[in-house]
């Protein structure tokens, strides 16, 4: 069973940046197309982000031209670039391996997510 590990959320500024990172256990990683995905209070869950096995990426356009998501195959790791954030960007953020983009559907159970906040 893959396990998923988020870090690298926090309390940030509005414009300010973070960097989030998502280590995945498992030898089948590399084979997934890979998403970031945030819940807000109250929200339903949305897919921010996903980089397919070869790279190609796609963006929600809440998020595109701030957010930048990679990976690195050989580490079993996904990372989420986040720029120029604002409030609306606060909430839990997830890393998990896309099946369907909608609905979601994902591969493995979730991690316990990283907090982001946006408040001055």
């Known amino acids: 069973q893959v396990q998923l590990v988020e870090s690298g959320g926090g309390l940030v500024q509005p414009g300010g940046s973070l960097r989030l990172s998502c280590a995945a256990s498992g030898s089948i990683f590399s084979a997934y197309t890979m998403g970031w995905y945030r819940q807000a209070p109250g929200k339903q869950r949305e897919l921010v982000a996903r980089i397919s096995s070869g790279g190609v990426t796609n963006y929600a356009d809440s998020v595109k031209g701030r957010f930048t998501v990679s990976r690195d195959n050989g580490k079993k790791m996904v990372y989420l670039q986040m720029n120029s954030l604002k409030s609306e960007d606060t909430a839990v953020y997830y890393c998990?391996?896309?099946?369907?983009?909608?609905?979601?559907?994902?591969?493995?159970?979730w991690g316990q997510g990283t907090q982001v906040t946006v408040s001055s």
């Open positions: 998990n391996a896309v099946l369907s983009v909608a609905p979601i559907a994902t591969a493995w159970p």
